[in-house]
Every structure is written in C-alpha cells, then in structure tokens.
C-alpha cells in the first residue's frame, strides 16, 4: 500500500493542535509528517504518535522536498503566500482559511456533502467556515429530500473559533471578574466574558459581517445553488469550544416530521439527540471533542408553509476545520 506524506502549516495552534489529535485517531497511511509553524515557535518539540517532532518554520522552500499534502491552519496571509508554493511543488492543499474559499477553480468541500467536488481541485481544496460546515451537513441531506427554498442561520459561536487570543479574551474575563481586577482584551471589541457580540469577522459594506456573507455565500457554493435565498446573524458567545446554531429552513415540498426525523438518524455524520421533554438535545460542552454534527429540537415552524426549525451543535475546531480537512485528506486516499 502507498504511503503518504503531510505537511502541516500552524501546526502549533488551536487547530492545529486538534489536527495531530485527528491524525493519531485516523491512522492514515502517512509516513512522513512535518510540522510547521511561525519563527515563534520553530524548534519546539512537540510529541505525535509515539514520537518526538521539531517544529519547523514556514519558509518558502518547506515544501521542496515534495509532499502529497499540505494542510494549512496559520491564517488567510499565510495560505495566499504559501499554499500556492506547496501546490506547485506538488502538494494538495487542504486549506482552513477563508483565502481561496470562493475561487471559481477551487473546490470547496465537506465530504458528507459534496465530495465529487474534489476531483475538479487544481491542487488547492479549501475547507469551509467553521460554522458553514455543521451547517451544510444535515441541510444537504434535507435539501436532497425535500429541496431547500430559504435558511436563516442564528449562530451561537464559541471563543475558540477566534484562535487562542479569542480564548485568552474569556479566560481573562473569567478571571478578571473572580478577582475584580481590570484585563486587557487581545482579541474582541468588548469583553467576550458575561457578554454576546453580534460581530465575528470583520465589518463589510453590506452591513453585514465577513462571517455572516461567508455563511451565505459558501452555503450557496456548497450546495451548489449560487440563487439560494439565504440570511445569517452571526454572534459570539462566551462558550469555549463548539458552536451552536439555530436553523431555520423553508422547503419546496411538504414534509412529513417523523419522516424527516428519520433520514437525519439515518445520516452519515449526523448525530440527532431530540428528546425536549427529557431535557435532551445538542449542548456545546457535549460534542466537544467529537467528530459528528449534533441536531435537535427539531420542529415546524407553524409561522410558513413547510417550514423547519432545528438546533445544530458541533465541535468547531473539529468538524468545522481539522477534521473536516483530514476527512477529505483520507477520502483522496481512499478514492
Ligand atoms: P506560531 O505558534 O509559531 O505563532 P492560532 O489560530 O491558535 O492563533 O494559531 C495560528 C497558527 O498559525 C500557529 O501555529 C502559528 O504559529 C501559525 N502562524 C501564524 N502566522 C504564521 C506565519 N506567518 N508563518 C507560519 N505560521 C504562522
């Protein structure tokens, strides 16, 4: 059997981080891994299955020495500069940031959703919004069925998303309130702690935010309906780690609940936990640590025609960046 060979770039932070841990759960035929990451941090040792690593600093020779795949987590500059050099040296690259996301000749991929698409790559893949992808994963099965027509998106997003400033900001908080001290912010406009910021990203010209067109537009994309009618209110939360999501969908075609409920039970990827009267439904601090998309509370919304309202949770920094990433690394092994 091939062996494969992986570079992965920011492999010292939060996503990074939870990528070795995906790796060393896949066990993928790679046999060579390097990992690299800023000036700050190269030379660190830093131990992945059974074994000690120096990490390395991203240069523009990194990739000379060929490599199958290059995963890149160090943020849009890093991946506009690098991720065309690792390609050309024959890498694919499997990229977390939003730099090449809606490029006409870059697929954009969650496997669940739309794998074929990886096959029209020209040697760059990018891996959606964290919140983007739970999203698409129980939208695509529904749409197959039923035929989307509308989505709102509410988000509930966890700090971690915003990288370790972002955590610093609520540890802080958390801290800064327990002690009665004043702290400073490294990472939000306001403190994050007792607080929710309806501003993830930056501020565009439509009046909306980047994180809120990058749900509109990448859900389009995905789904491959570049007309879907789609909204987005995006609002970070003092929740460390998992985001969470209210959806509300519009379909075409009746629906019967039960029936629905079923083909999401049924879905690859997809845990449903929907029991209100047991209290029982997706919780941020539960899907930590978890590769699946949670939903629940799943109802109608009596206020359109066929109309659908569910609560979607899922592990941000792993199904909303590294493992997706490495899912579509093992599904270009496997196929
Ligand atoms: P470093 O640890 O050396 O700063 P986070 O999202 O948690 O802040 O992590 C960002 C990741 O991207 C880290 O691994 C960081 O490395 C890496 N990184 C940031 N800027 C660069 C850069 N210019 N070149 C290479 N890696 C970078």
């Avoid at 009046?207 to 987005?232: C, F, Q, S």
Wanted: with cysteine.
């Amino acid at each position: 059997m091939k062996e494969y060979s992986l570079a992965l770039v920011g492999a010292t932070g939060v996503v990074g981080r939870e990528a070795r841990k995906v790796l060393e759960e896949l066990q993928l035929p790679i046999s060579k891994y390097v990992f690299l990451a800023s000036s700050r941090s190269a030379g660190t040792k830093l131990e992945f299955m059974g074994k000690e690593y120096e990490v390395q600093e991203l240069k523009e020779d990194s990739f000379d020495e060929g490599f199958d795949f290059a995963v890149f987590s160090a943020g849009g500059e890093t991946s506009k500069k690098f991720g065309p050099i690792a390609s050309s040296k024959g890498a694919i690259v499997v990229d977390n940031s939003s730099a090449f996301r809606m490029e006409k000749d870059v697929p954009l991929v969650v496997p669940e959703v739309n794998p074929g698409d990886i096959s029209w790559n020209h040697g760059i893949i990018a891996n959606p919004n964290c919140s983007t992808i739970q999203a698409v994963v129980p939208l695509k099965v529904l749409d197959d069925k039923y035929t989307i027509k509308r989505i709102i998106y509410s988000t509930y997003q966890a700090v971690s998303g915003a990288g370790k400033s972002g955590i610093d900001d609520l540890e802080n908080g958390i801290q800064g309130y327990v002690d009665n001290e004043e702290y400073e912010l490294t990472k939000f406009a306001h403190p994050i702690f007792n607080n929710c910021l309806p501003d993830i990203d930056v501020a565009m010209p439509s009046g909306y935010t980047k994180e809120e067109e990058k749900m509109i537009n990448e859900t389009r994309k995905i789904l491959g309906k570049p007309d879907l009618a789609v909204t987005a209110t995006c609002v970070r939360v003092p929740v460390f780690n998992s985001h969470s999501e209210s959806i509300n969908v519009e379909f075409e075609n009746e629906f019967d609940l039960e029936e629905l409920i079923e083909t999401l039970k049924k879905s690859e990827g997809i845990i449903v936990e929907d029991d209100l009267p047991n209290h029982i439904y997706p919780l941020a601090a539960n899907s930590t640590g978890h590769n699946e998309v949670y939903v629940g509370r799943i109802r109608r919304d009596f206020s359109v025609k066929n109309g659908l309202n569910f609560w979607c949770v899922a592990d941000n920094i792993r199904k909303g960046a590294a493992t997706n990433a490495l899912q579509i690394v093992k599904y270009i092994i496997e196929n």
